[in-house]
């Protein structure tokens, strides 16, 4: 009977999981929630090969909003593609706002090809406290898809 007991309760709390995700991602954005900290720079996108599989483990790093002595520091200006080729680095936009930003992948193991893109910023608009009927730039979002080619 206890056993039973245990079943039922882990198949409830795993189901309650799966159910709690598919609500949130219909009340929140796809992208993360920010804080009051200030507007942010949002890079993501995905690599893969020719053939179209996803590459995990590649360098990717943005370049052209960061301080020319500003270390790397993972998912603030660079980061490292996951099991499916996807990364996200999120950083503080800061008072520049950004037509486009440099962005760059590079196979650590050196397989593939290094590879910059050129990528476009597009930005989501808040009112301008100062004049009302205004809307300003706020967060910035950069989708850069690499497809390396093999050395």
Do not use: W
């Not at 198949?11 to 929140?28: N, Q, R, T, W």
């Amino acid at each position: 009977m206890k056993r039973n007991l245990f079943i039922l309760f882990i198949l409830v709390a795993v189901s309650s999981a799966f159910i709690g995700c598919s609500l949130k991602e219909d009340i929140y954005p796809i992208y993360p929630p920010f804080d009051d900290a200030g507007p942010r720079l949002v890079i993501s996108g995905t690599v893969t090969d020719t053939a179209g599989c996803s590459l995990p483990g590649i360098y990717v790093a943005v370049y052209g909003v960061r301080e020319a002595n500003e270390p790397d520091i993972l998912s603030y200006n660079c980061a490292f593609t996951d099991s499916v080729g996807q990364y996200m680095i999120i950083r503080y936009r800061g008072r520049e706002v950004p037509i486009e930003v440099s962005v760059v992948a590079v196979d650590s193991l050196g397989i593939y090809e290094e590879q910059v893109l050129f990528a476009p910023v597009t930005y989501d608009f808040v009112q301008d406290p100062l004049h009302q009927s205004e809307e300003v730039p706020y967060n910035g979002f950069v989708t850069a898809d690499f497809v390396l080619q093999k050395k």
